[in-house]
């Protein structure tokens, strides 16, 4: 069967690959404190997946149940001829008695589902002896990980959730359920949903994080039911997982499809929500003012930076990332820094339905400032694309990948690494988003622009 | 031990050729006798499978590494050549962790630093039912229009595997069209149960592709068989006017197709090397050098030697060997003052464990238990010289508790608590951070050639007293951390207990 080019050249081929594989969402699992992931999938899958996501990506690390500790069947032959339901039960029963675990998500990969084992069937045993376990077919020939990360959230939602929360008919007002980034793929992810759910107490609500050190974990997760409603942080990751709670139980959902950084767009953000949920604004409007405060306090000294500086900072910029990062940035670096959006590119797949929509908010970054979008997950498309934009008479800021950095010297840019794979930055709790990410942001790009000035 | 045979596109794993295991639990010299070198390495077959050695696997396993990997940091990294990743995009992840290890490792060398060349031919579900060669085409066409390589690799995965492509018809193909070699590698996952079978397959394609027929001798070059790690070869050999061709990782096509003119194979680890080192000599007389590994003063003496005499320059290397020995003696007596009391843990690929346990040893450091990743009972060329494990055991001593464990954590914590060691030196990922936890630094050798040589010993021990400062932030960490194991585990004795009562799991 012949190959068909799309508008940029891009053909089956992927290089540099930018996300990883629907049995990557091993790491949504891992980022769930208290929930371990159990392979059902060769002897590489697992650690393809840590060694991208959570090592060579920030250097996040394996935390309590990634890395080393996943339990894996290690599909061998024997398993490729036989069928791997037998290995697989002895691997479950003998995890139990391993490792301890509050939830364990069993994920099929590529070899499970080629040779048709009945995943399910197993799990489906140990699930009626009261085990707290799910399992998900995330073969990796399925999609990637953003797929398989809702995959995930389902299996969770319907196999455990349903199963094990008490009065699902009873709602909280002012509990929100958060679906925005995807763990680990966003190297960030960590800092930025903690400061998400700061922002999102500081304006009075209670939060479901659901992912991360902030979050409550199996338990908070078995609260899900009872939120007033979801709030969908994202262009379009989390919608479906919205959506299937709003069938379930009839718990609507507020999408907000850019990810507030900085003053302006996270009062807007809180405004929003505050609205959606109905409750009383006060709380919320002195937590803006009093954040306001803070931040333009340090704005105002960064000034004389940035209006002084002699020797030349960069004025245009190119996003090559997720759409949720990518859109974000753009919204802050043109409305907040008045930079210059000269190439913008999302390589996370967008489905296609959504890619539209977020087109259209390239359409509207300011009142005065529009631009255009690629979708694109081909590196090799990525950095011709880059090579083909004209930034002007200075150099630009590349906000991509590591990817980016032979493209970012070629230029003779300035690469600041804002996604999967930052294989050059090291991130513990940083975040790049709210008031507080906002200006670690501004700290990251000025110091990368006049570092390597003299 | 059979003859190499490289007229099959798939190489022969490891289990199968040399009688690998991936688990096993006893003593360093029970392991050795049980291993019979000499026997094997003679050809003995006491069943079809060869000779067998009793393997510790139990029930539960951790997510460990497959061939396909080291097929991207060998193939993947080979300067002017593109891989291309048959699969779905989930083993494209790989790309990321190989390219950071390729663009550090092209720095070290001192060649231009860029992103590293592999494609994903990004497999779906349709092409699971249909197949997808019209893909595997496409891929190599981009490759040729994106890089005009010199050779394009092409890597097998499990779901093709499975769904049985015609790989090597589309690449025969190509190979005529594009006129460069058109290589596929057999590393399917599920293949073999150890990743270092990914290696031979990476070589059994360049041995059978790319390296050239002719007959052509350059008297003074030498393969040196190696990973990414700093160039120590270089100025060492050129005390014996001897030239170094590095292969696989960061090779050019044109070192690798010299393979057959050089006067001599080394290898600094036989795990690595030992497929490619006894084929080169097989089909294009190219000797090897059979000798222990260059690790300490009896391994490194003895390589030397070996060397000379294969490169006639034997006058050379005995005034190297004073000259060094000279050099390094009081360095290391100083170091050895420093380092005195200690207990090191050693925890690595198989023969590279030999080597390091060996320099620990020469620093005056105890050894007593060590971790393979697995154990090849023999090397391809079945001389007794390359008998890595029985030189250890014959000139370094005993090591207790030796333990094949294919980067099974939850074992490794049990084989912490009977050595208790004060450090670890480690290489691949997932063992240090568990380590760590207990409050133990881990030297993670990326570099793996630190080690090597006279010079080695003197870096080994100053990389331990680096890593030893590190311990503060270890036993912070202890005190905060929480393990992923249960309490009826972290109190089990013996780590192999489910392998050898797996009934223990019903309970």
């Known amino acids: 069967m012949a190959v068909t080019k799309n508008e940029h050249g891009q053909t089956n081929s992927i290089n540099q690959v930018r996300y990883g594989c629907a049995v990557g969402a091993l790491y949504s699992v891992v980022s769930i404190p208290g929930a371990v992931p159990i392979g059902h999938c060769g002897p590489g899958c697992m650690d393809k997946q840590y060694t991208s996501l959570a090592f060579y990506n920030g250097f996040q690390g394996s935390g309590y149940s990634g890395g080393s500790v996943s339990p894996s069947v290690n599909a061998g032959e024997k398993e490729v001829v036989f069928g791997g339901e037998k290995r697989l039960d002895e691997l479950i029963k003998s995890t139990l008695k391993i490792i301890e675990g509050d939830l364990f998500v069993v994920l099929n990969g590529c070899i499970g589902e080629l040779v048709g084992d009945d995943v399910g069937a197993v799990v489906s045993k140990y699930q009626k002896q009261g085990v707290p376990i799910v399992y998900a077919e995330t073969g990796g020939f399925k999609g990637n990980n953003f797929v398989g990360h809702e995959i995930i959230t389902t299996a969770i939602i319907d196999q455990y959730v349903d199963k094990y929360t008490l009065n699902k008919d009873h709602r909280e007002k002012g509990l929100i359920n958060v679906w925005s980034e995807l763990p680990y793929q966003n190297t960030f992810w960590r800092g930025d949903l903690s400061e998400l759910k700061r922002i999102l107490e500081g304006a009075g609500f209670k939060v479901n994080i659901l992912f991360g050190g902030k979050s409550g974990g199996v338990e908070e997760w078995k609260t899900i039911p009872h939120a007033q409603f979801n709030l969908v942080v994202s262009p379009w990751l989390g919608l479906k997982t919205a959506k299937h709670l709003e069938q379930k139980y009839n718990q609507p959902y507020l999408h907000i499809p850019v990810l507030p950084i900085g003053a302006q767009q996270t009062a807007a953000f809180i405004r929003q929500v505050v609205e959606y949920a109905g409750i009383d604004p006060a709380t919320a409007e002195s937590f803006i003012e009093q954040e306001e405060q803070e931040y333009y306090y340090y704005l105002e000294h960064f000034n004389d930076f940035y209006s002084e500086y002699w020797w030349g900072l960069p004025a245009t910029y190119a996003v090559v990332g997720d759409s949720t990062y990518n859109l974000a940035l753009n919204k802050f670096l043109v409305n907040q820094l008045g930079l210059i959006p000269k190439r913008q590119i999302i390589t996370d797949n967008t489905p296609e339905k959504y890619r539209e929509a977020i087109a259209q908010e390239y359409q509207q970054l300011a009142h005065d400032v529009a631009t255009t979008v690629d979708f694109v997950e081909d590196g090799y498309i990525v950095g011709k694309l880059l090579r083909e934009t004209d930034f002007g008479h200075k150099p630009p800021i590349i906000f991509g990948t590591t990817w980016e950095r032979d493209t970012a010297k070629e230029l003779k840019g300035k690469i600041v690494e804002v996604g999967f794979p930052a294989s050059y930055e090291v991130v513990l709790n940083k975040s790049y988003i709210g008031y507080r990410g906002a200006l670690q942001l501004i700290e990251k790009i000025f110091t990368a622009a006049i570092s390597a000035s003299a | ?507």
């Open chain 2, 1 to 507: 031990m059979g003859k190499i045979n490289l007229r099959m596109a798939e190489v022969q794993n490891r289990e199968r050729r040399l009688g690998t295991i991936i688990a096993w639990n006893g003593t360093a010299s029970d392991l050795h006798t049980q291993s019979s070198y000499q026997q094997r390495g003679s050809g003995c077959k006491t069943n079809k499978d060869g000779c067998r050695l009793c393997e510790a696997k139990g029930p539960f396993t951790q997510g460990s590494v497959c061939s396909e990997q080291m097929v991207e940091c060998q193939a993947g990294n080979v300067r002017d050549a593109v891989l291309i990743q048959h699969s779905p995009i989930g083993c494209g992840a790989g790309q990321v962790p190989y390219n950071s290890i390729y663009r550090n490792g092209l720095a070290m060398r001192g060649h231009k630093v860029e992103n590293i060349r592999i494609i994903n031919t990004n497999l779906q579900e349709t092409d699971m039912v249909f197949g997808a060669l019209g893909k595997l085409k496409q891929s190599i066409d981009d490759a040729w229009e994106r890089y005009s390589p010199k050779a394009i690799f092409i890597g097998t995965s499990c779901p093709t595997g499975i769904i049985g492509e015609d790989i090597e018809s589309v690449a025969r193909k190509k190979q005529e069209e594009l006129g460069i070699p058109v290589i596929p590698l057999f590393c399917e996952g599920f293949r073999s149960k150890h990743w270092s079978t990914g290696f031979d397959a990476t070589q059994h394609g360049i041995l059978r592709q790319i390296v050239k027929k002719s007959t052509k001798k350059q008297e003074d070059l030498v393969n040196v068989i190696s990973l990414w790690g700093s160039d120590i070869f270089t100025p060492m050999f050129k005390e014996f006017n001897l030239r170094v061709n590095y292969v696989v990782d960061m090779a050019s096509v044109s070192d690798l197709e010299q393979l057959s003119e050089a006067a001599a194979t080394v290898g600094f680890c036989y795990t690595l090397s030992s497929y490619m080192a006894a084929a080169l000599e097989q089909e294009f007389g190219v000797p090897e050098v059979k000798a222990p590994m260059p690790y300490g003063f009896a391994g490194t003496d003895a390589w030397l030697r070996e060397l000379g005499k294969v490169t006639h320059r034997e006058e050379l290397v005995e005034q190297y060997i004073a000259k060094e020995h000279a050099r390094v003696k009081p360095k290391i007596a100083e170091l050895k003052k420093k380092l005195q009391g200690l207990k090191g843990y050693v925890a690595t690929g198989s023969a590279y464990a030999h080597g390091l346990i060996q320099v620990l040893r020469e620093l005056d450091i105890q050894v007593d238990g060590s971790l393979v990743f697995h154990h090849d009972p023999v090397y391809d060329s079945g001389d007794a010289r390359e008998d890595s494990l029985g030189h250890l055991i014959e000139h370094y001593g005993e090591v207790p508790s030796f333990n094949v464990s294919n980067r099974q954590q939850y074992q490794f914590y049990g084989l912490l608590q009977e050595v208790k060691p004060d450090f670890i030196l480690i290489r691949h990922n997932g063992l240090a951070p568990l380590a760590s936890k207990l409050g133990i630094p881990a030297a993670p050798l990326g570099d793996e050639h630190i080690a090597i040589g006279y010079e080695g010993i003197v870096n080994l021990g100053e990389a331990i007293l680096n890593i030893l400062a590190h311990k503060k932030f270890h036993d912070d960490l202890k005190k905060h951390a929480k393990l992923p194991y249960k309490q009826w585990w972290l109190e089990q004795k013996d780590p192999y207990i489910l392998a050898k009562h797996p009934e223990l799991i019903d309970a």
